[in-house]
C-alpha cells in the first residue's frame, strides 16, 4: 500500500510456485544443509531448489519479497516518479 495523507493505493499480487515431486533424499539434504532456516516457506526461489520448481504462476520479484512492477504501478498512481517512469 502506499499512502498520502486520507488518500490510500493498494495492490494485491498473488504468486504460485509449483515444485516437482523432490526425492526423499534431496528432502534431507536440503534440511541438512541449512537453507530452508529463516526462509518463508522453506524455500528461496534463487536458491538450491530452484532447479525443482516447476512452474510459476504470478510475480517472479513478488515470491523473492517485493512485487517490483506492482509497487512501481502504485508509486506512478501516487505520483511518485520511479526510474522506469522516466
Given amino acids: 500500500a502506499v499512502g498520502s495523507g486520507a488518500r490510500t493505493l493498494a495492490a494485491l499480487q498473488v504468486s504460485r ?3 516437482a515431486t523432490l526425492p526423499r533424499a534431496t528432502i534431507d539434504a536440503y534440511v541438512a544443509g541449512g537453507e530452508p532456516f529463516g526462509k ?3 524455500y528461496a526461489i534463487q536458491g538450491a531448489l530452484a532447479g525443482w520448481i516447476e512452474r510459476i504462476d ?3 520479484s513478488g515470491i ?4 517490483l512492477y506492482e509497487t512501481a504501478q502504485l508509486l506512478r498512481r501516487a505520483g511518485v516518479s520511479t526510474a522506469l517512469s522516466r
Fill in 64 to 67: 523473492m519479497g517485493l512485487p
Fill in 17 to 19: 510456485v509449483r515444485f
Fill in 58 to 60: 504470478g510475480s517472479h
Fill in 40 to 42: 518463508a516457506g522453506a
